[in-house]
């Protein structure tokens, strides 16, 4: 699907087995910017080994892990990372492309995949840079903000039929 936001044009599709090296260093690069500087040393480490695992990839390629991307001509400036059809596990905007519809409009594509597959909720573990904007979203904090391995969290949850900024 191709959207328009600022006067810019893009487009939502499922990432493609040769475009995961690039989604993983988007990933990567804007972790580094938004996130990096709130996290420990223990924190950054996990994220790159999270993103650069072997195990990852197989399983993106073998469909066990879904990724949808946002790109502007054939440049990814956007991904959502999905395992166990429910759990939001990255979702990353390339700063150029920060607010612009971009995060909002791949949760909105994933959303409707999911409720065709039967998904009535969805949870993340949201950083402390995005808790907002998934309250935006319609999620609820499930607890306090937690950390894990150096890695700073809220875990939320959104109930899709509840849930009307996610349609």
């Known amino acids: 699907m191709r959207y328009m ?3 810019i044009y893009y487009e939502i599709r499922p990432i493609y087995k040769n475009e995961w090296e690039d989604a993983m260093q988007l990933a990567w690069n804007t972790f580094l910017i938004y996130e990096a ?11 790159k080994n999270f993103v650069r695992d ?3 990839k197989k399983m993106f ?4 892990y879904i990724a949808i991307g946002a790109f ?3 440049k990814i400036v956007g991904i959502i990372g999905i395992r166990n059809t429910n759990h939001v596990s990255l979702l990353f905007v390339d700063s150029e492309y920060h607010r612009r519809g971009i995060a ?5 594509r994933y959303i409707k995949d ?12 949201s950083s402390p840079y995005a808790v907002g904007f998934y309250h935006k979203m319609g999620f609820e904090n499930v607890k306090d903000e937690v950390e894990k391995d150096g890695i700073r969290f809220t875990p939320m949850r959104a109930e899709l039929e509840k849930s009307l900024q996610l349609t």
């Open 54 to 56: 072997p195990l990852l």
């Open 61 to 64: 390629t073998y469909g066990e």
């Open 37 to 47: 500087p709130d996290y420990s040393v223990k924190g950054v480490h996990n994220f």
């Open 5 to 7: 936001e600022n006067r």
């Open 72 to 74: 502007v001509e054939k």
């Open 104 to 108: 909002s409009a791949l949760m909105k």
């Open 114 to 125: 999911a409720r065709k597959n039967g998904v009535t909720y969805i949870t993340v573990n």
